[in-house]
């Protein structure tokens, strides 16, 4: 099992990144994907989960209405848009998916948002 993200940046307040997890060495397509960050100093907290059944979705109260999490299971890929980005976004943002009784983690990808 691999996760590799991809997408991050540098970005300005107010802009939007998309970013990528393209998965290796299992279909997603039966198991929640989830998008964590870690800013420095602080700990890791989950920001999105899709869901492998009825497309639900969650969202931590701090990006909701900003950023979106989707799936395309035929590409083996999640992906997190993230619009109306502030300083506060700044973090490492991990792919995360639960199989079995463990935790997979993909590299991360720095996302930066200054002026």
């Known amino acids: 099992v691999q996760l590799v993200e991809s997408g991050g940046g540098l970005v300005q307040p107010g802009g939007s990144l998309r970013l990528s997890c393209a998965a290796y060495g299992f279909s997603m397509r039966t198991y929640a994907m989830r998008w964590y960050r870690q800013a420095p100093g602080k700990e890791r907290e989950l920001v999105a989960v899709?869901?492998?059944?009825?497309?639900?979705?969650y969202y931590a109260d701090s990006v909701k209405g900003r950023f979106a999490i989707s799936r395309d299971n035929a590409k083996n890929t999640v992906y997190l848009q993230m619009n109306s980005l502030n300083p506060e976004d700044t973090a490492v943002y991990y792919c995360n998916t639960p199989i079995g009784n463990k935790d997979y983690w993909g590299q991360g990808t720095q996302v930066i948002v200054s002026s």
């Open positions: 899709t869901y492998s059944i009825g497309g639900d979705t």
